[in-house]
């Protein structure tokens, strides 16, 4: 059985673009990559698949912006640039949706809002509000105000999140690696990527974490927690190259693109 | 790593329709296509034409002007135009620009040259996108009638570019023209643009210096 076919009916979908599609390693947006992704996502949600984005780069986006190339540890400055850099991001992306007639919506959130149920249901009635308006949400973690106590720390965890909180069918998780891999593809040892997971165990997290080797990506931790929420509720994650947005479409026809992580399944299946 | 410093000369004839009107969406792809170059770390400055048309339309002037005295004037007029025009555009896309006027007996003068040079890197190092023009309201050479490629020559040389991109026509074809002339190359598009400079920048090609392509004889010899 192809399980990769149930990739073909999706209807909600969350998409994550992380930080290093987005933008150049100097913080400044990549407009290749942007008007690739406002091409694709309006088109989707043309054929009548709804549609969330979950965007990060505010922060280095705001410090491309004042010129810093040295990202602040301080916590209100790193504030201060997520306030600048979240106003260009949205301004951007507006007007790049524009160019294929989509209206877009900025919402940010934190995880208190996510966590707390009355909070969350009103959320939640929002953003479907938006989808039923065929408006594509564009979601952030609200850095400008998020503090410790209150933020998830990574929008991959946010982005899981939110699909289980929209009941989304899909994640599509945008980022600068093509995959799970089966070892680490920097150490000269053979390495595939993995096809598909339907249940993350100790083994696949020891991948991600590289145990053993000095390849931790550290975001492919962060990752597999996203995928792990994912699978608790059902849905479908696929983890990928970001480089080019319109591998969405390739992932939508069920081809075999990055790792499937498999929702509803018993048995641990790895494809290589 | 120094940064790749790209000269790009615009002729504002090919970003006009034919009738008198700005073609907001090229004005608009240039802005993203000059932002873009400028956001993956190459330092842009942009060497335009333009002011006389601008101000003949803003004039509403039948004719484009014949003495020497009325160019000015209407250049004067023009410059204003050309510098709104610009910001307008790349205002969209968060790009601050700035105005640099300069007449070409500059180059008679080092203090002034390497003066003129210390301002284009401050500019850059700001993050700004330059945006240059000559003088005309107060230059005392003849005015030639929108041809600004000895400009383009001439800010290059200041700034030790690296490139001159020139805009060729109204279809989105550029032409390369790296440093030393060695090859220059014509590029359909500006994606195409853009990878070429990114490939260009990382192959020294110490061949023969003998241009790829003809210049047209408009552009004349460009060497830099």
Redesign the interface.
């Known amino acids: 059985m192809d399980y990769r076919d149930v990739l073909k009916n999706k209807h909600r979908i969350v998409v994550k673009i992380g930080t290093s599609s987005l933008s150049y390693p100097n913080g400044r947006m990549n407009f290749h990559c942007i008007e690739k992704l406002a091409y694709v996502l309006s088109a989707l949600r043309r054929r009548g698949v709804q549609v969330i984005l979950v965007t990060s780069g505010a922060i280095g986006v705001g410090a491309g912006r004042l010129g810093l190339t040295v990202k602040p540890q301080e916590l209100s400055k790193k504030q201060a640039l997520a306030a600048v850099g979240q106003a260009e991001l949205i301004k951007i992306y507006q007007k790049f949706f524009e160019e294929y007639n989509q209206t877009v919506a900025q919402v940010l959130l934190t995880k208190d809002v996510v966590n707390t149920p009355s909070r969350n249901q009103n959320a939640k009635r929002t953003l479907i509000k938006l989808l039923d308006m065929d408006i594509i949400p564009i979601i952030n973690e609200n850095d400008t105000i998020a503090t410790y106590e209150i933020e998830f720390g990574d929008n991959d965890t946010l982005s899981a999140m939110v699909a289980t909180l929209l009941d989304a069918d899909l994640l599509v998780i945008l980022s600068d690696i093509d995959g799970l891999y089966s070892a680490d593809p920097r150490s000269g040892v053979p390495a595939e990527i993995i096809h598909s997971v339907s249940e993350i165990t100790p083994e696949v997290e020891q991948l991600a974490s590289g145990a053993g080797s000095s390849f931790s990506t550290g975001g492919m931790v962060t990752k597999i927690s996203a995928a792990k929420i994912c699978l608790k509720d059902g849905i479908d994650c696929i983890i990928t190259s970001g480089s080019d947005p319109a591998i969405i479409f390739d992932i939508l026809q069920g081809k075999e693109i990055g790792t499937h992580f498999i929702a509803g399944h018993e048995k641990m299946i790895n494809h290589v | 790593m120094k940064k790749q410093t790209i000269i790009v000369r615009i002729e504002i004839s090919t970003l006009i329709n034919r009738d008198g009107k700005v073609n907001r969406r090229k004005m608009d792809r240039l802005a993203?296509v000059l932002?873009?170059l400028?956001?993956?770390?190459k330092l842009v400055m942009v060497v335009s034409s333009g002011a006389i048309v601008l101000g003949s339309e803003k004039l509403k002037l039948q004719n484009v002007p014949d003495s020497q005295l009325e160019m000015q004037a209407v250049a004067a007029v023009g410059q204003a135009e050309l510098i709104r025009l610009y910001q307008h555009y790349f205002d969209?896309?968060?790009q601050i620009v700035a105005q640099v006027l300069l007449t070409s007996d500059i180059i008679h003068h080092p203090q002034r040259v390497k003066n003129t040079r210390n301002t284009f890197n401050t500019l850059m190092?700001?993050?700004i996108i330059p945006i240059i023009n000559e003088n005309d309201p107060v230059s005392t050479a003849d005015i030639e009638f929108d041809d600004n490629y000895p400009l383009a020559l001439l800010v290059a040389k200041i700034a030790q570019a690296d490139f001159i991109v020139i805009k060729m026509d109204l279809n989105g074809k550029y032409m390369i023209v790296p440093r030393g002339n060695i090859r220059a190359l014509i590029v359909d598009g500006e994606?195409e643009l853009?990878e070429k400079l990114e490939s260009f920048c990382n192959v020294m090609i110490l061949e023969e210096r003998k241009p790829e392509v003809e210049f047209p004889a408009s552009i004349g010899e460009i060497v830099f």
């Open positions: 993203m932002t873009n400028h956001n993956s770390g969209e896309y968060n190092d700001m993050s994606t853009q």
